[in-house]
């Protein structure tokens, strides 16, 4: 499709983006691209031999067959202008990827508000357990592939799928996998009947011998088995599923063992690897799709069992004077309400929450239910809040939280700069706290930097 074609990537250095340039260099096509900074993820593509332009840098389109750009690429971008002026064939990268998706024969998509990247990676280890050498494509770095993505095979294609944008409507899945659903987004859905009428479009998607696998105990996902002609396959705890996770417990650092009834008969026991309740319910999602696939019930515990979690996913980062210091990707209520019930089942003395507030919109309309949940900590330090997308327009900011944090008898501070965030850290912790970076901005730099304070 795309061999000998010369490519151009606008964004390349996104981890969605970075992940097409690799499918496409394995495709024989000439890749090129462009960021506003080098990264770790451009570096990698560098030494991959693509050519790639820091800034804006219209000539790079001259010579370009084809142009993708991401969701974030302004209209008026200068690349994108020019790839219009010279009538380039040109692909949001949603759309583009979907075409590409075309060209493997069992695409398995994995959506939903939380949990996509922790659900995906652990289908990921099972699929690579079991030796069937998938393509992968997940949003955050996963372990087992040293990156987050993977060349492989075209008989497997396990794929994130974001509904930002309504993006995964672009993608043409033959199995979804939808953890849940729930009000996020919001600067784009505007509300949360929109956000369900969206998945299930993205439900009608399937062709009739495809699978829907759901989560059975969420409310909000109940209307999608009336969506599709696929198969569906419930998972669950509350209600009863075609797989069902029972005799549920929690060691004092926080790792859930369980049982699973398939059809309501034994089936196996897993001894999770990662903290937290929540990866019960991933755990169920993704051995509930890999069981279409794979017969033998070994690859399952291995793959799960093996998994110890993405990057950014309540990642043990290491120690500052005894003190633990772990570092997770939330950025919305339920998130951090998960984050901080698996925190509460770690034994430790005092817990600090590091968090950075992500995008103004989301900032705002969930102020109250932030507030509500970061009581709860000990002490709690804000930071200036991540734009990603967004400008400083609705007159909020990170001391906005903190006020309506302390208003309802919480301890929390705004600290504004990474740097002196660490240094009052240095000064408070003690053996046996637990400091916790919480955000999808950068935040997690202050974790490193602890950490390489206690060398």
């Known amino acids: 499709m795309y061999k000998n074609k010369n490519v151009h990537l606008i964004g390349i250095g996104g981890v969605s983006m970075s992940g097409i340039a690799e499918m496409l260099i394995n495709l024989g096509a000439c890749v090129t691209g462009s960021d506003m900074a080098e990264s770790k993820i451009t570096k990698h593509l560098e030494q991959m031999g693509i050519k790639i332009f820091y800034g804006h840098y219209p000539e790079a389109i001259k010579n370009a067959d084809v142009v993708v750009y991401t969701a974030a690429i302004s209209k008026d971008d200068p690349e994108r202008l020019k790839a219009q002026e010279l009538k380039k064939e040109l692909y949001e990268r949603a759309e583009f990827l979907g075409q590409l998706m075309t060209l493997y024969k069992n695409r398995i998509c994995i959506s939903g508000t939380h949990g996509k990247s922790t659900t995906t990676g652990m289908i990921s280890s099972i699929f690579l357990e079991a030796k069937l050498n998938p393509t992968i494509q997940i949003g955050a770095i996963l372990p087992a592939i040293n990156s987050t993505s993977h060349i492989g095979s075209k008989d497997y294609l396990i794929m994130e799928a974001c509904e930002y944008v309504d993006s995964f409507l672009h993608f043409l899945p033959t199995a979804e996998v939808v953890t849940n659903i729930d009000n996020d987004h919001l600067d784009y859905f505007k509300n949360l009947d929109n956000i369900k009428k969206s998945f299930n479009k993205y439900a009608s998607l399937l062709p009739k011998d495809g699978y829907l696998i759901v989560n059975n105990d969420n409310q909000n996902s109940d209307d999608l088995k009336f969506n599709t002609t696929g198969k569906v396959i419930t998972y669950g705890i509350d209600k009863e599923s075609d797989f069902q996770a029972i005799n549920i417990k929690v060691d004092d650092e926080g790792f859930y063992s369980f049982d699973i009834l398939k059809d309501n008969a034994q089936f196996l026991s897993i001894n999770l690897q990662i903290k937290g309740f ?48 772990y570092d997770d990707y939330a950025h919305h209520p339920t998130e951090m309400q998960t984050t901080l019930e698996t925190l509460n089942k770690i034994v430790h003395k005092k817990t600090f929450a590091i968090f950075q507030p992500h995008t103004y919109s989301r900032t705002k309309e969930h102020m109250d239910s932030f507030a509500q949940i970061l009581k709860n900590f000990d002490e709690v330090i804000i930071a200036k809040i991540y734009p990603a997308r967004e400008t400083d327009d609705l007159g909020i900011s990170g001391n906005t939280l903190v006020d309506a944090i302390n208003k309802l008898g919480g301890n929390a501070v705004y600290i504004n700069n990474f740097d002196d965030i660490v240094t009052y850290l240095k000064d408070k912790l003690m053996p046996q706290d637990i400091a916790i970076t919480i955000g999808a901005g950068p935040i997690n730099e202050v974790a490193s930097k602890l950490k390489e304070k206690s060398k």
Do not use: P
Not at 284 to 306: M, R
């Open 278 to 325: 929540h990866n019960v319910y991933n755990a169920l999602a993704a051995i509930a799709i890999a069981s279409q696939y794979i017969t033998n019930v070994d690859f399952f515990k291995e793959g799960i069992e093996s998994y110890h979690g993405v990057e950014r996913r309540f990642e043990y980062i290491g120690t500052y004077h005894d003190a633990l210091i």
